[in-house]
Nanobody, 128 residues
C-alpha cells in the first residue's frame, strides 16, 4: 500500500504559476509510474500528465502541453507538477496517482484504470 498526499494548490491569477507536489509514504515511489489527473465541478476526471517509473518518459494532455511539466525525484519519494501560464479552465481538484502496471516502466500511463493508488486531491483555482 502506498499513501499519496498532494500539496501546493491554491488561488492564482491567470498567467501565473504553481507547483504541485505529491509525497508518497509506505512504499518506494520508484516502483510506480505516476500521474496527475484533475476534475472540475460537473466534469469527469481527466488525465493531465504522466511519467514512467524512472522518469525517462513523460506525457501531457493536449490541453496542458507546453505549460505543465511533470517530474519526479525518487530519492525524495515525490512527484511534481509545474504549472505555468495558468488559465481559468485549469481550475480543478488535482489528484496524484501511482500505478504498479509493468507497462509503466517504459511508457507513461494515461488512463485512470491504470492507476492503483490515489491521493485526496488539492484544489487549484485560477482567476481571470
Amino acid at each position: 500500500q502506498v499513501q499519496l498526499v498532494e500539496s501546493g494548490g491554491g488561488l492564482v491569477q491567470a498567467g501565473g504559476s504553481l507547483r504541485l507536489s505529491c509525497a508518497a509514504s509506505g512504499r518506494t515511489l520508484s516502483g510506480y509510474a505516476m500521474g496527475w489527473f484533475r476534475q472540475a465541478p460537473g466534469k469527469e476526471r481527466e488525465f493531465v500528465a504522466g511519467i514512467t517509473r524512472s522518469g525517462g518518459s513523460t506525457a501531457n494532455a493536449d490541453s496542458v502541453k507546453g505549460r505543465f511539466t511533470i517530474s519526479r525525484d525518487n530519492a525524495k519519494n515525490t512527484v511534481y507538477l509545474q504549472m505555468n501560464s495558468l488559465k481559468p479552465e485549469d481550475t480543478a481538484v488535482y489528484y496524484c496517482a501511482a500505478s504498479k502496471a509493468l507497462s509503466g516502466i517504459g511508457v507513461p500511463l494515461q488512463r485512470g484504470y491504470d492507476y492503483d493508488y490515489w491521493g485526496q486531491g488539492t484544489q487549484v483555482t485560477v482567476s481571470s
